[in-house]
């Protein structure tokens, strides 16, 4: 349960984060750009997050693995996290530490999500862009 | 339903009729107009063009009428409504025309009558008579070169001529229209249009009322007839342009002298007309051409005062039954010698709004052909043929105002009902036979170029040609989104379910056009979209910049340019079009 808050509260955000960026663009510089245009570059701006937020999971897995300070962080965070809001930490055991592996994927999940979220919303409040829907942003 | 037949001749009966068109097209017409064009000069350019404009307007307005059967009256931004029950009724292409065009060539109605000199000259009375008045180059200009600027005797010969064509062909049709119209209505509207200084038009007006009376006795087989609900007028242009040089039967020195005296010819012969327009110039040189006696080379650019003509015929068209006027009927700018909107002779029955049709009109043709710079990212600064030309299927798909206009409409046809998404435009552009829009572009294109050409030829202001018209002008930085965002919002009714279809007349390509119209008149009221926000919500139709006066006193700012209707053409494979208007041009 906890990780579901979570995912959903970093997707919040990102989705608001943006709506506003794609809001500002298409006021800007895609005022007069074609729905294909604003879809294929938001598509790509989704895609981009999600390799960089992926990357920078894969590093702090890596740092899991190999630092025991990052590991007992990222542990406490958990507990604190289903401490509260139900559930208990998920983490796959590799020797003396292990990867938070449901952390990263509530993580992921939500950025992905939010970020998808965020366009969508963006573009559907707008009567020229009200075509492109999440399919055309994966 | 308001009619009116209109019997023009000559090339200036031509542009008369030509400029008449647009004005219908602007939804300032009759329900319904009979178009007669009488020229003995067959390959008149002038009669070529304004043929086959008219020819372009019924393809494309049969189209309009049935996409565009519950869009707004023009004049719906006036009274506040968006629905069909505005006040007036009028809409663009409002006006079913119907065209005659009678071109025989005078020598094969007139067996021998190649020339004044042949036709007449045989008779040696006649011949005297003839070398009394003409010279030798003028007895030997063949009738069937239009520009001879001696009509008095070619009313003998233009009698004679409409006395065999009106009864068989397309002067036929006319005369059994007339005579259907005069027997249902109580009122029939006849106007006659053309030059005083030309051949056929000159020749015309003193005869053709009897001509036409005659046949109608003739089609109806009977000795006497009451024509007493026929109503006449005529429109006659004095000189108005001026030749550079004198060439063969054309001399610029003798118009307003010739003029002169065809006046007094015709006010000695008795006027068939309860109603005369005299439409003139006070500055003929200021309209130039190059001197060309008829045929294909006689296309002379479009003229300020064919507009004038054009509106004439629609004060004798609206005026109220009954009502006694001037039978002279004067048109004066007044002091101020500047031409604006507001200062038209708009009839009274299409004041206030009259000029909007025109301002709309002219919108929906700049943003047919308006061009931007890179498709991308700049999509929207292109109009709606560059848009469809340029855009792939799937980029189409992703745009809401095609499918939201076409979409629904297209699901009824088998063929797009069942392809995927995103090859649904692909088809209606060209895989629906007749209602692809493919099938109406060339028309299209055609129709709104020719009046965008008209306009700019007539009332572009260019210090060197018309230091007094201040009418149109053109600002390409602007564009078009507005009407594409509201035609995102809006969307034309849809057949409901999938049943089986009349898909008659109907067009895909006519349907955005009326979608545009309707998302002109929306934004420019101001129209919110339900559910969905307009970045750019208010289209102004006329300009921005000088809308501190009344709509009519300021110039109308196209976004698109002749330049773009140039580009446009070119893509179509139709560059050939601008000549008809640019030929003749100095």
Excluded at chain 1, 62 to 84: G, H, K, R
Excluded at chain 1, 89 to 100: D, E, F, L, N, Y
Excluded at chain 2, 257 to 274: C, F
Aim: proline share 4%; net charge neutral.
């Amino acid at each position: 349960m906890g990780y579901i808050l979570l995912s959903f509260g970093i997707g919040l955000l990102t989705a608001v984060a943006f709506y506003w960026l794609i809001s500002t663009r298409i006021s800007s510089s895609w005022s007069r750009a074609s729905a294909s245009h604003v879809a294929d570059s938001s598509r790509r701006l989704v895609r981009s997050t999600a390799i960089v937020a992926a990357l920078i999971l894969v590093i702090v897995a890596l740092l899991e693995l190999v630092s025991d300070t990052v590991f007992l962080a990222l542990e406490d965070f958990q507990y604190s996290l289903t401490d509260s809001a139900g559930g208990s930490p998920a983490t796959q055991t590799v020797g003396t530490r292990g990867i938070s592996w449901a952390l990263y994927l509530a993580i992921f999940v939500g950025i992905l999500l939010g970020a998808i979220a965020g366009v969508f919303a963006a573009s559907r409040k707008t009567a020229l862009y009200a075509n492109v829907t999440p399919r055309h942003l994966i | 339903m308001s009619k009116l037949f209109l019997i023009v001749g000559g090339g200036a009966g031509a542009k008369i009729a030509e400029a008449f068109t647009h004005l219908c097209a602007a939804g300032l017409g009759p329900s319904e107009a009979h178009l007669l064009f009488v020229d003995g000069d067959t390959g008149n350019g002038n009669l070529g063009r304004a043929v086959n404009t008219v020819k372009d307007y019924i393809r494309l307005q049969h189209s309009w009428v049935r996409a565009a059967g519950h869009i707004p009256a023009f004049d719906a931004a006036a009274n506040g409504s968006a629905g069909p029950t505005a006040s007036t009724g009028r809409s663009l292409f409002g006006t079913t025309l119907f065209i005659y065009p009678v071109t025989d060539k005078i020598e094969t109605i007139i067996p021998g009558a190649s020339n004044l000199r042949d036709s007449l000259g045989q008779d040696h009375e006649f011949a005297d008579v003839l070398d009394l008045l003409y010279d030798a180059d003028e007895q030997a200009t063949r009738c069937e070169d239009g520009f001879r600027a001696r009509p008095n005797l070619g009313c003998l010969l233009m009698s004679r001529y409409l006395r065999v064509t009106l009864t068989v062909g397309p002067g036929a049709a006319f005369i059994e229209q007339l005579s259907g119209a005069s027997a249902d209505s109580a009122h029939t509207r006849v106007a006659v249009a053309g030059s005083i200084f030309g051949g056929t038009g000159a020749s015309m007006f003193p005869v053709v009322r009897n001509a036409i009376e005659n046949a109608v006795r003739k089609h109806r087989n009977v000795e006497k007839l009451d024509f007493g609900n026929f109503h006449w007028c005529s429109v006659m242009l004095l000189p108005y342009f001026r030749p550079t040089e004198r060439r063969d039967s054309v001399d610029p020195s003798r118009s307003l002298l010739d003029a002169s005296s065809t006046l007094q010819y015709y006010s000695t012969a008795g006027s068939p007309y309860s109603c005369v327009y005299l439409i003139g110039s006070d500055d003929p040189g200021r309209n130039r051409v190059r001197p060309v006696t008829g045929s294909r080379d006689q296309c002379n650019p479009s003229f300020f005062e064919e507009v004038i003509a054009a509106l004439a015929l629609l004060d004798f068209l609206y005026e109220p039954e009954g009502r006694r006027r001037e039978p002279v009927r004067i048109f004066d700018l007044g002091s101020t010698r500047t031409v604006t909107w507001a200062a038209l002779p708009w009839p009274a029955a299409l004041r206030p709004n009259g000029v909007d049709g025109v301002a709309q009109l002219m919108h929906l043709a700049s943003f047919l052909f308006k061009r931007g710079g890179a498709i991308r990212p700049q999509a929207y600064e292109w109009g709606l043929a560059g848009l469809l030309r340029q855009l792939d299927s799937r980029a189409l798909s992703l745009e809401s105002w095609f499918t939201k206009v076409l979409e629904k409409w297209a699901e009824a046809h088998p063929a797009v009902r069942n392809a995927k998404a995103s090859d649904r435009p692909a088809l209606i552009a060209t895989g629906i036979a007749e209602q692809s829009i493919d099938d109406l572009m060339p028309a299209c294109l055609r129709y709104f170029a020719r009046l965008l050409w008209w306009a700019y030829a007539s009332a572009l202001q260019d210090g060197d040609r018309r230091d007094s018209l201040d009418l149109l002008a053109f600002d390409t930085s602007g564009d078009y989104v507005h009407i594409l965002e509201h035609m995102a919002s809006v969307g034309l009714g849809a057949p409901n379910g999938t049943a089986a279809v009349d898909f008659s007349d109907d067009n895909a390509l006519a349907r955005l056009l009326a979608a545009a119209h309707l998302a002109m008149v929306r934004s420019r009221q101001g129209h919110a979209s339900a559910g969905s926000q307009l970045l750019n919500p208010t289209f102004q139709l006329w300009s921005d910049a000088q809308m501190g006066g009344s709509p009519g006193t300021v110039r109308l700012i196209l976004r698109g340019s002749t330049g773009h209707v140039r580009q446009t053409l070119s893509d179509a494979g139709l560059s050939d079009l601008s000549d008809d208007y640019t030929r003749n041009q100095i």
